[in-house]
């Protein structure tokens, strides 16, 4: 391995293309740090003591930022309103046919859905940060309140419409920053841009999370977390690696004196065919409600308690607390039904039945047209099924073990670990494949064997 590493930056233009991409990434990590204009310092540290100890979709938010929600950081959005456009683009391409023409077109049809989820991101991001400066300016319906006398903290003392406004604006500039820099790095540097700042993300939580568990658990609650989490770690990669490959045979064809045809293939179906996009979903549909009651009038007398903190007190004892039954019931069903709809987006066993024939192949003992079909859909149907309950299974197993094994009920700081493994080991796989690739053109020995 450390023989690779060397070889890897000998080669003159790939090191330039792995410091590029290191430096891209510091960057961003300085913009998680800078606070947006007109915030209160004083006030974003009290509400890190209580957003620290909060789970749910919030720290699925936190995760996604790489802690710069938390600090009201100019890239406080992270990159999630771009995530969110591609997949909006993604599923539009069912349902609009120009869109789905476009996806079709090659080169020319990628550039314009780029620049369409380029408009959406900036569209999302003005909704996202005008949201975020409301929900900030009066505490988030107790999101931000203070951990010792139960106040409301206001990061934006003046909550006027130009300090808003320049919030707003600063916060849907940083989000663009970034998507400009996830696009320099896929184009100048190594790996996909974007999975790389998610990636740099999840990976600064980690040691933020072990030395909260080691505070609430000791050192032997951190080693069973880092067994834990060792173990999770070989299941993801076997799994992540894991594929069903259906054979695929071409009939011969003679044309003149020559032959074509005969070969054999095969198509690859992964068994976690969505990734983590059943995770974003999910967790956005939980965010939802708690950014909606967020801006709900509240008073604090419990005498005068109104039907919006008689909703928002339920929220916060099924939606937030990451460890509560209905929150584990329900982020896990909608887990495994977003895998399936994800991957009904994907991968169209009609149009891949069709695009089989129209090559003069089909599938050994298996004949073309509505049986191909319907074979392809039972396939994907069953390693979609296994797919989707090991991703809800990763989401869900540290909160559960953790509340349970360990008996911590102060579990919200690590109840995302598992996805942050997940997301950084697809990640890691994905740039060392692409690393080796390139090393392998300059006859190099790669890093994977």
Same mark, same amino acid.
């Given at each position: 391995?450390?023989?690779?590493?060397?070889?890897?930056?000998?080669?003159?233009?790939?090191?330039?293309?792995? &410091?590029?991409?290191l430096g891209m990434l510091a960057?961003?990590?300085?913009?998680?740090?800078?606070?947006?204009?007109?915030?209160?310092?004083?006030?974003?540290?009290?509400?890190?003591?209580?957003?620290?100890?909060?789970?749910?979709?919030?720290?699925?938010?936190?995760?996604?930022?790489?802690?710069?929600?938390?600090?009201?950081?100019?890239?406080?959005?992270?990159?999630?309103?771009?995530?969110?456009?591609?997949?909006?683009?993604?599923? +539009?391409?069912?349902?609009?046919?120009?869109?789905?023409?476009?996806?079709?077109?090659?080169?020319?049809?990628?550039?314009?859905?780029?620049?369409?989820?380029?408009?959406?991101?900036?569209?999302?991001? &003005?909704?996202?940060?005008?949201?975020?400066?409301?929900?900030?300016?009066?505490?988030?319906?107790?999101?931000?309140?203070?951990?010792?006398?139960?106040?409301?903290?206001?990061?934006?003392?003046?909550?006027?419409?130009?300090?808003?406004?320049?919030?707003?604006?600063?916060?849907?500039?940083?989000?663009?920053?970034?998507?400009?820099?996830?696009?320099?790095?896929?184009?100048?540097?190594?790996?996909?841009?974007?999975?790389?700042?998610? %990636?740099?993300?999840?990976?600064?939580?980690?040691?933020?999370?072990?030395?909260?568990?080691?505070?609430?658990?000791?050192?032997?609650?951190l080693i069973g977390v880092i067994?834990?989490?060792?173990?999770?770690?070989?299941?993801?990669?076997?799994?992540?690696?894991?594929?069903?490959?259906?054979?695929?045979?071409?009939?011969?064809?003679?044309?003149?004196?020559?032959? $074509?045809?005969?070969?054999?293939?095969?198509?690859?179906?992964?068994?976690?065919?969505?990734?983590?996009?059943?995770?974003?979903?999910?967790?956005?549909?939980? $965010?939802?409600?708690?950014?909606?009651?967020?801006?709900?009038?509240?008073?604090?007398?419990?005498?005068?308690?109104?039907?919006?903190?008689?909703?928002?007190?339920?929220?916060?004892?099924? +939606?937030?607390?990451?460890?509560?039954? %209905?929150?584990?019931?329900?982020?896990?069903?909608?887990?495994?039904?977003?895998? $399936?709809?994800?991957?009904?987006?994907?991968f169209d066993p009609v149009k891949?039945?069709?695009?089989?024939?129209?090559?003069?192949? %089909?599938?050994?003992?298996?004949?073309?047209?509505?049986?191909?079909?319907?074979? &392809?859909?039972?396939?994907?149907?069953?390693?979609?099924?296994?797919?989707?309950?090991?991703?809800?299974?990763?989401?869900?197993?540290?909160?559960?073990?953790?509340?349970?094994?360990?008996?911590?009920?102060?579990?919200?700081?690590?109840? %995302?670990?598992?996805?942050?493994?997940?997301?950084?080991?697809?990640?890691?796989?994905?740039?060392?494949?692409?690393?080796?690739?390139?090393?392998?053109?300059?006859?190099?020995?790669?890093?994977?064997?």
């Amino acid at each position: 391995m450390a023989a690779s590493i060397l070889n890897m930056f000998r080669v003159e233009d790939l090191r330039n293309k792995v &410091l590029f991409t290191l430096g891209m990434l510091a960057l961003y990590r300085v913009g998680c740090f800078v606070p947006a204009p007109g915030i209160d310092i004083d006030a974003i540290q009290l509400l890190k003591e209580t957003t620290d100890e909060n789970g749910g979709a919030l720290a699925f938010l936190r995760l996604f930022s790489g802690g710069a929600l938390t600090q009201f950081a100019i890239f406080a959005l992270g990159i999630m309103p771009y995530i969110t456009a591609s997949i909006i683009m993604q599923i +539009l391409g069912v349902v609009i046919p120009r869109v789905e023409q476009w996806q079709q077109m090659g080169a020319v049809g990628q550039r314009k859905i780029t620049q369409a989820t380029r408009y959406l991101t900036i569209g999302i991001a &003005l909704i996202q940060s005008t949201a975020f400066a409301f929900l900030f300016h009066n505490g988030g319906g107790g999101f931000g309140s203070a951990p010792s006398s139960g106040t409301q903290l206001d990061l934006l003392p003046k909550f006027t419409a130009p300090r808003v406004a320049l919030v707003v604006l600063t916060l849907t500039a940083g989000t663009a920053l970034l998507m400009w820099m996830g696009e320099l790095i896929s184009q100048k540097g190594i790996g996909n841009g974007m999975s790389l700042i998610i %990636f740099a993300s999840v990976v600064s939580a980690l040691p933020n999370q072990g030395a909260l568990v080691r505070t609430d658990a000791g050192m032997g609650g951190l080693i069973g977390v880092i067994i834990l989490f060792g173990a999770m770690l070989v299941a993801i990669v076997f799994v992540e690696q894991g594929q069903r490959r259906i054979p695929v045979q071409f009939a011969k064809r003679v044309v003149g004196r020559k032959q $074509y045809g005969g070969q054999s293939t095969y198509i690859p179906l992964k068994v976690n065919q969505s990734g983590v996009i059943p995770i974003i979903f999910a967790s956005s549909v939980l $965010y939802l409600p708690q950014l909606l009651v967020s801006v709900l009038p509240s008073d604090n007398d419990p005498a005068n308690k109104t039907w919006g903190e008689s909703i928002q007190s339920w929220i916060d004892s099924n +939606l937030v607390v990451s460890d509560s039954p %209905f929150y584990l019931l329900f982020f896990g069903l909608l887990i495994v039904g977003f895998s $399936y709809f994800y991957t009904a987006i994907t991968f169209d066993p009609v149009k891949q039945a069709d695009n089989i024939r129209k090559q003069g192949g %089909f599938i050994p003992g298996i004949r073309p047209g509505p049986q191909t079909e319907r074979y &392809l859909g039972k396939i994907l149907n069953r390693i979609t099924l296994a797919g989707a309950i090991f991703i809800a299974l990763v989401a869900l197993a540290p909160t559960f073990i953790l509340a349970k094994v360990l008996d911590q009920g102060n579990v919200g700081q690590v109840s %995302f670990g598992g996805i942050s493994i997940l997301i950084a080991v697809g990640v890691a796989l994905e740039t060392m494949k692409q690393i080796d690739s390139q090393l392998m053109m300059r006859n190099y020995e790669g890093f994977l064997k």
